[in-house]
């Protein structure tokens, strides 16, 4: 294991940076994904395919075709609404406290199925919606890390502010960071922090631009945090989830046992 504590990222990168896009919205393959192109970068979509995704496969099969992961985020976007969690699904029948593990399931292989259909792809990760970690409730309350650990090659997992670390980590609950409404200075901040780290760090971002999406970064803040990442590229390697997943798993990183997952934000 002593090793792997010097491990370097593949150019000799200090750490890697996964940019990850939710709810398949039309600013994500007009401008973000040809930005990003341009940069030599990969980043992941999350696809839920009920919206936005359906209505205009030409334009996502594009954008597979430039590299980008199309990543799972369901096929109807579900979330919990329990009392404490204000910030649930505004759908009472897609309602995350209501599914059973077959219902998860089965739903999820068919959104891998559409997905597919798109881009070829059988290995792809996971966008918990809503940041959320189960479903059922009470007793029968689950995490799904086990699921998702079946069906993907990784899961984005709780909004927990946290860098993963590679010696560390729990591939269907790594972690992640909110890119919305964030200054690119506290972006550069966080992405310093696991350079200092060695480590992964993986936002999730929803507009870019006012009017995109009611969660937004900046357009300029947004082009300054791709600008810092293409300047310092021969010490940030900036990827897709999948690209990243799959280079450490073949590195020989696996999942910690019994490592905690932190609650969803």
Known sequence: MEAKQTFVWPEGQRCAVSLTYDDALPVHHKMVAPLLTAKRFTGTFNISAHRGFTENTGAWKHVASLGHELGNHTLFHP?????????????????????????WTDEMRVANCLLNQIDGQSERTFGN????????????????SELIDRMFVAGR??????????????????GHFNGDRKSFVDIQ??????????????????GVGKGTHKGFIDTDEHKQLIDYLEANSSRIWTASMVRVAKHLRSAGYETTPNKAIADDA
């Open 189 to 206: 901040q966080d992405i310093e922090r696991a350079g200092d780290m060695n480590g992964w760090i993986i936002f999730m971002i929803h």
């Open 157 to 174: 997992g709780p909004l927990n502010n946290e860098i993963v670390r590679p010696a560390s980590l729990s591939y269907p609950a790594l």
């Open 129 to 144: 919606t809503c940041c959320h970690t189960s479903i059922g409730r009470g007793d029968h309350e689950k995490d799904l």
């Open 79 to 103: 979330c919990r609404r329990d009392p404490d969690r204000p910030k649930g699904s505004w759908v009472p029948h897609y309602d995350l406290c209501d599914y059973s593990v077959q219902r």
